[in-house]
């Protein structure tokens, strides 16, 4: 079950990444997600059906999910829309994309060699899903650890910051935030064409609910793992991606039928989004009560006289007497 | 620049820095014209600080990053590393003479500074690339006293330094007539007064005030 997660968080592990890119560097929330994902399915599958080898249908897959965030990043600059209304424009209007591409709402692979086929056929389907999916998720960590430490990822990164410092500062935000998207709805893409592909066929509901799968990823991931440094916060990504499949297969394990699966999904999100707050509120606690010993006052002496004030019934009376 | 709330000050730094289209008329800095141009292309000739210390820094990012972006402001589209070679020791040595002991902080996210490091931080990076125009908002209005006339100090000095043109905006009447060879006051979207050299140096506060009356 642990290997299966593994294998099928790596494939989900660039959607978490493409995410990761808009929520957490450009600060969006991003709904071109649920158009991206099954864009590039239907794009590297159909590709494949008419000829192409799966290595080209993929990258196909990403840049369509380039475009489309580039079309939702012209939205969002030169027409001046707000994001969240940006990205659910592109990702309605790609639902009809997706059917012109497909053609019908559920294109299946038949004999066509896909990622894992290039591998030794004597190997498990399991090891050849880890491998795939491992090789192509570093490749796209590589690219994106290697463009963060240039100055445009450096701008990218200041764009999502502070917008206004950085145009000030001879950056031109409108841009960054354009390729910013088409970054992100590329590596989305790019996981829609590797599911497509394990599933056996793109399908143009796949997209349903990938926005949840993504941020649950993406906070799930900073749960487990925190830095500064790019490299841990995208392994965080690839993280995330995993326990979450994880999750996923163990409470399908537990008999949860598959239509209950989204709303178990949206169930984790809260709670990830939740834990860290909680989290923070008990850090900042421990934190006070380091301080107040450093500085001489009693905190348990503190403590305890608030919890008899809250305890005495004649206490909360007489306030409310007042 | 001195004027009562809504006069227009604000308004016409905010042209000249780019945040506010112009309506009309045109704007020439230094021979280039401005008036159509992106804040970000404006700023290979003026920089700005702003009013909130917030503002002119990323707080996401390391001091150091910030000074890069000020430091490399051109090459925004670059796909060379940003991190150069002696990178630290010349922002060491740029840091120093703030006295806010920044040079040590050089990894610390900026998020974690205080309001006075920061827009000293601030002042510095629009200053790095000595602009034809340097614009003030009020940029020490959100300090506390002493650490306003801190910055206000290391303020002159750069400006002196690098005899950085210089436009600020003000409230408060001495600064406005300590600093500066030239004083303008704006009133309803108009100059009302415009003083130069010695007899702005003449200028007594209580003339300024009768005048803010009317």
């Known amino acids: 079950m642990l290997i299966t997660s593994i294998g099928q968080g790596l494939l989900w592990a660039p959607l978490a990444i493409g995410v990761f890119i808009t929520f957490r560097i450009l600060d969006i929330p991003d709904l071109t997600t649920e158009g991206s994902f099954p864009l590039g399915a239907a794009v590297t599958v159909s590709a494949m059906v008419s000829g192409q080898s799966a290595l080209v249908a993929s990258l196909l897959g990403f840049v369509a999910g380039c475009l489309a965030g580039w079309v939702t990043g012209m939205l969002d600059t030169k027409l001046r829309m707000p994001s969240l209304l940006a990205g659910i424009l592109t990702m309605t209007g790609l639902y009809s994309i997706n059917m012109h591409v497909m053609g019908k709402s559920n294109v299946p692979l038949l004999n066509q060699r896909v990622l894992t086929s290039y591998l030794p056929?004597?190997?498990?389907?399991?090891?050849?899903?880890?491998?795939?999916?491992?090789?192509?998720?570093?490749?796209?960590?590589?690219?994106?650890?290697?463009?963060?430490?240039?100055?445009?990822?450096?701008?990218?990164?200041?764009?999502?910051?502070?917008?206004?410092?950085?145009?000030?500062?001879?950056?031109?935000?409108?841009?960054?935030?354009?390729?910013?998207?088409?970054?992100?709805?590329?590596?989305?893409?790019?996981?829609?064409?590797?599911?497509?592909?394990?599933?056996?066929?793109?399908?143009?509901?796949?997209?349903?609910?990938?926005?949840?799968?993504?941020?649950?990823?993406?906070?799930?991931?900073?749960?487990?793992?925190?830095?500064?440094?790019?490299?841990?916060?995208?392994?965080?990504?690839?993280?995330?991606?995993?326990?979450?499949?994880?999750?996923?297969?163990?409470?399908?394990?537990?008999?949860?039928?598959?239509?209950?699966?989204?709303?178990?999904?949206?169930?984790?999100?809260?709670?990830?989004?939740?834990?860290?707050?909680l989290r923070q509120k008990y850090q900042t606690k421990q934190q006070l009560k380091r301080y107040l010993k450093q500085i001489g006052v009693d905190s348990h002496a503190t403590e305890t006289s608030s919890l008899k004030r809250q305890a005495s019934p004649e206490g909360l009376l007489s306030r409310d007497s007042k | 620049?001195?004027?009562?709330?809504?006069?227009?000050?604000?308004?016409?730094?905010?042209?000249?820095?780019?945040?506010?289209?112009?309506?009309?008329?045109?704007?020439?800095?230094?021979?280039?014209?401005?008036?159509?141009?992106?804040?970000?292309?404006?700023?290979?000739?003026?920089?700005?600080?702003?009013?909130?210390?917030?503002?002119?820094?990323?707080?996401?990012?390391?001091?150091?990053?910030?000074?890069?972006?000020?430091a490399q402001h051109t090459g925004s589209m670059s796909l060379k590393r940003y991190r150069r070679h002696g990178q630290t020791a010349a922002y060491q040595n740029l840091l120093q003479p703030l006295n806010m002991g920044l040079e040590d902080r050089l990894t610390t996210q900026v998020k974690y500074l205080s309001g006075g490091q920061r827009q000293a931080l601030s002042l510095l990076m629009a200053t790095l690339s000595q602009p034809e125009l340097l614009l003030l908002d009020e940029h020490t209005a959100a300090l506390d006293p002493r650490t306003s006339q801190k910055v206000m100090a290391l303020t002159q000095t750069i400006v002196e330094q690098h005899?950085?043109?210089?436009?600020?905006?003000?409230?408060?009447?001495?600064?406005?007539?300590?600093?500066?060879?030239?004083?303008?006051?704006?009133?309803?979207?108009?100059?009302?007064?415009?003083?130069?050299?010695?007899?702005?140096?003449?200028?007594?506060?209580?003339?300024?005030?009768?005048?803010?009356?009317?």
């Open chain 1, 121 to 277: 056929a004597g190997w498990s389907i399991d090891l050849q899903t880890i491998i795939v999916g491992a090789v192509i998720t570093g490749v796209v960590m590589a690219l994106l650890i290697w463009l963060f430490k240039t100055r445009l990822g450096l701008s990218l990164m200041a764009t999502g910051n502070n917008s206004a410092m950085s145009a000030a500062n001879g950056i031109y935000t409108d841009r960054m935030v354009i390729i910013g998207y088409m970054v992100s709805n590329g590596c989305i893409a790019l996981s829609g064409a590797l599911i497509a592909q394990s599933n056996g066929y793109a399908d143009i509901g796949m997209g349903i609910g990938t926005i949840v799968i993504g941020l649950a990823s993406v906070l799930v991931g900073e749960i487990f793992l925190r830095g500064r440094q790019m490299w841990v916060r995208l392994s965080a990504m690839v993280v995330g991606a995993i326990i979450y499949r994880f999750l996923l297969t163990v409470a399908m394990g537990l008999g949860f039928p598959v239509d209950d699966l989204k709303i178990l999904s949206a169930g984790i999100l809260v709670v990830v989004i939740c834990l860290p707050l």
């Open chain 2, 1 to 70: 620049m001195i004027g009562n709330n809504g006069a227009g000050k604000s308004t016409l730094l905010n042209t000249i820095a780019g945040t506010l289209p112009a309506d009309a008329g045109e704007l020439t800095l230094a021979g280039h014209r401005i008036t159509r141009k992106p804040i970000a292309s404006r700023s290979r000739w003026l920089s700005r600080v702003f009013q909130d210390p917030k503002m002119g820094t990323a707080g996401e990012l390391s001091v150091a990053e910030n000074l890069t972006l000020a």
């Open chain 2, 163 to 214: 005899q950085l043109t210089t436009m600020m905006i003000t409230h408060k009447m001495s600064d406005a007539l300590k600093y500066g060879n030239r004083l303008v006051m704006v009133q309803d979207g108009q100059i009302k007064l415009d003083v130069r050299g010695e007899a702005k140096q003449n200028l007594r506060q209580e003339e300024l005030l009768t005048l803010f009356a009317e």
